[in-house]
Structure formats: structure tokens, C-alpha cells
């Protein structure tokens, strides 16, 4: 194989690499996106619900000044009056000041609470222009699930990468060898040449 034939195989090589090594990084951030997403989205839906409960103790007039947290721990409920005046919390919201409003009707953030350190999920919704109702939860197993599918793409990508250029550098060869044989000059056919004439012999003079 020629030097060309070299610069070109390692140019085509680079250039295969590079672009799978693009789509192998876009796929694990829309991987990592959407797990996210769908795992959020679960939390969201159970933060919901909670809190149209709260809203219909509220409306009846039956909510107590103590909300039940239920079976889950670390579940953090919070009835806010105007900015400031705190109308019913979960126990271990208790004595905590006001969590913020939210941005229009409905928020859902994740963030950090005063009672702990862990992220938390934090549903926020405004039933009139003046009571909002806050629940949230603990959310360590989402940034885990994160964590443990950010770590496993930082081996796959490079892998797959790596191996995926062995193979392009192997069937580039090939064709490049390939080519390069089929533009190598053949050796041409020898030609017969015709016999130039004879010069006369004694007997044809005479």
C-alpha cells in the first residue's frame, strides 16, 4: 500500500470515528434526558394527586392545621396564605417559614428544602390568588439513576467508539488495497512480431 493510499485510509478512518463518536454522545444525552424526564414526570404525577387532596380538605373546610404525611417518608406538604402566613404543613415542616410561590398556576422544580439537604421535588400549585399549596418528596434515587447512567456512558461511548474505529480502519484497508490493485498496470501480452524477409540465398539468384 502506498503512502497515499495510507493518508487517504487515515483520513476516512478519523472522519467515520468522529462521526460516531457525535452520534454515540447525542444518543446518551437523549438517553439521559428522557430518564430524567420519565422519572420526574412519575414523581410529578404522585406530587399531583397529594395535593388535590389537600385542596379538597380545604374546600370542605376539614383540613387540619397538622397534614398526615402518610406511609412515605420524608414527604413534605405546606398550605400557604398570601407570601408568608403558613395555614397547615406536614410535622416536619413545622415552624419552617413559607416556600415560595410559583412562577403562574402550576411549578415543578427540583430544589433544596430547609429541613434537609437531600434534593427534593417540589410540586407548587395556586388554587385561588391567594392560598398555595406545596408538597414535595426526596428525590435521591432520580440522581442516582443519573449518576449511575452518566458513569456507565463514560465506558460505553469511548468503547464503542474505539472499537468502531478498528473496524472502520480494517474495511477501509481492504477497500483501499482493493482499489489500489485494480488501478496497478498489468504486464501486456507479448506480441508476436511477423519474420522480416530473407535475403536470397545462392540458389534463388540462379
Known amino acids: 500500500m502506498t503512502d497515499r493510499s495510507n493518508a487517504s485510509r487515515l483520513r476516512l478512518t478519523a472522519l467515520a470515528t468522529l462521526v460516531i463518536a457525535v452520534v454515540m454522545l447525542c444518543a446518551g444525552l437523549a438517553l439521559m434526558t428522557l430518564q430524567h424526564r420519565f422519572q420526574?414526570?412519575?414523581v410529578d404525577e404522585t406530587l399531583q394527586a397529594r395535593s388535590e387532596d389537600i385542596e379538597?380538605?380545604?374546600d370542605a373546610g376539614s383540613m387540619r392545621p397538622v397534614l398526615d404525611p402518610g406511609d412515605t417518608d420524608g414527604w413534605v406538604a405546606q398550605v400557604v396564605y398570601g407570601q408568608t402566613d403558613v395555614l397547615a404543613s406536614t410535622a416536619n415542616m413545622s415552624g419552617q417559614r413559607a416556600l415560595s410561590?410559583?412562577?403562574?398556576?402550576?411549578?415543578?422544580?427540583?430544589?433544596?428544602?430547609?429541613?434537609?439537604d437531600e434534593p427534593y421535588r417540589l410540586l407548587s400549585r395556586r388554587i385561588n390568588d391567594l392560598v398555595v399549596i406545596h408538597t414535595a418528596t426526596p428525590i435521591p434515587q432520580i440522581?442516582?439513576?443519573?449518576?449511575?447512567?452518566?458513569?456507565?456512558?463514560a465506558f460505553v461511548i469511548p468503547a464503542v467508539t474505539l472499537l468502531f474505529g478498528f473496524l472502520a480502519w480494517w474495511l477501509i484497508g481492504r477497500r483501499v488495497t482493493a482499489a489500489s490493485d485494480d488501478a496497478a498496470p498489468t504486464d501486456a501480452p507479448?506480441?508476436?512480431?511477423p519474420p522480416t524477409d530473407a535475403p536470397p540465398t545462392v540458389a534463388d539468384v540462379t
Open 56 to 58: 379538597e380538605a380545604f
Open 143 to 153: 440522581d442516582k439513576a443519573d449518576d449511575a447512567l452518566r458513569t456507565s456512558l
Open 40 to 42: 420526574t414526570d412519575d
Open 101 to 116: 410561590a410559583p412562577d403562574g398556576d402550576v411549578q415543578s422544580r427540583s430544589t433544596t428544602i430547609a429541613i434537609s
Open 190 to 193: 507479448a506480441v508476436a512480431v
